[in-house]
C-alpha cells in the first residue's frame, strides 16, 4: 500500500467505530505511524471532519418541522406514486445516478491547504530527518537550493539571520520543492538532534489558503509554535520547540 492509497482508505476511516477492525484501514494507520507526510495528513483530515460535525450540530431544527413533514408527506404520497408514475421515475433515475457518481467519484478534500502544509512541515520536524547539507554558513544552503532547483533567494528575518545555522534539507510538496534551514536557538538539544528551529520555504502559489501579507499568523501545530507570512512570492513557515514568546524573538 502506497501514501495515495492510504489516503483514499483513510477518507473514510473514523476513529473510535468499527472502522479500526477493517484490514485495509489497519494497514493504512499502521502507514501512517512510519509516513510523517501521510500523519499529518491525516491528523488534518480528522480535524476538519470534526469540525464539520460541529458544525452540523450547531444547526438548529425549526419546531414542529418533523411533524409538519410527516403530515404533508402522508396527504400527497398517494397523489404523487399514482398520478406522477412518470415524474416519479425520472427522480429515481436521478438518484440513482447520483448514488453511482458518489462511489465512483467520492468527494475527496483539498490535499493543498494551508492547515495540512503546517502539519506537514511540522510532523517532519519533530519526527526527525537527515540534513541534505551540514554547514552554519547560509551561502553554501543557498548554493545547495539552487542547485536542486528549490527556493533560494528567500529572505531572511533580521533577528533570524544571527540565530546558528546548521544546515538544511530539501522536502517536497504536492510536486513543488521546499526549502528547509535548520537552526539553533541555544538551548540544549536532545540527543541526536540536529536543530530546534526550522524554516521552510516554498512557492506561494503551491498552498491554498497561504497568506498574502508579511503579518506573521501564529499557531500551534503538532507541538510546534509556528508562524507563517508571505513575501515576494514566497511563503514562509518558521517553527520552534519553544513558545510564541521565543518564535517571535526571530521575527
Do not use: H
Not at 467505530?17 to 512510519?34: G, I, M, P, R
Not at 402522508?74 to 412518470?86: H, M, N
Not at 490535499?111 to 520536524?125: C, H, K, P, S, V
Not at 547560509?138 to 546548521?166: G, M, W
Amino acid at each position: 500500500m502506497n501514501r495515495d492509497e492510504a489516503k483514499y482508505i483513510l477518507l473514510r476511516y473514523r476513529p473510535g467505530t468499527a472502522d479500526e477492525a477493517d484490514s485495509q484501514v489497519a494497514e493504512a494507520l499502521a502507514l501512517a505511524k512510519q509516513d510523517a507526510e501521510l500523519a499529518g495528513w491525516l491528523e488534518s483530515s480528522l480535524v476538519q471532519q470534526k469540525v464539520l460535525r460541529e458544525k452540523f450540530r450547531q444547526i438548529s431544527v425549526p419546531a414542529g418541522l418533523k411533524e409538519q413533514i410527516i403530515s404533508e408527506q402522508r396527504a400527497k404520497e398517494r397523489r404523487w406514486f399514482y398520478r406522477r408514475p412518470v415524474l416519479f421515475t425520472g427522480m429515481a433515475a436521478v438518484v440513482t445516478l447520483l448514488i453511482l457518481l458518489a462511489a465512483w467519484f467520492p468527494f475527496r478534500p483539498p490535499e493543498n491547504t494551508l492547515a495540512i502544509y503546517q502539519n506537514q512541515m511540522a510532523g517532519l520536524a519533530l519526527r526527525g530527518y537527515s540534513m541534505d547539507l551540514a554547514t552554519n554558513d547560509v551561502v553554501p544552503i543557498r548554493k545547495y537550493f539552487t542547485q536542486n532547483s528549490a527556493p533560494a533567494d528567500f529572505a531572511l528575518p533580521a533577528s533570524l539571520q544571527n540565530a546558528e545555522v546548521t544546515g538544511c534539507a530539501v522536502q517536497s510538496w504536492q510536486g513543488a520543492k521546499v526549502s528547509m534551514v535548520c537552526f539553533r536557538t541555544g538551548k540544549p538539544l536532545p540527543p541526536g538532534a540536529a536543530g530546534d528551529l526550522w524554516l521552510f520555504v516554498v512557492d506561494q502559489t503551491t498552498v491554498a489558503g497561504a497568506p498574502l501579507d508579511d503579518l506573521p499568523r501564529f499557531a500551534r501545530v503538532n507541538q510546534l509554535s509556528t508562524a507563517v507570512w508571505a513575501k515576494g512570492g514566497k511563503l514562509y513557515l518558521l517553527g520552534t520547540t519553544g513558545d510564541q514568546a521565543e518564535l517571535q524573538k526571530y521575527l
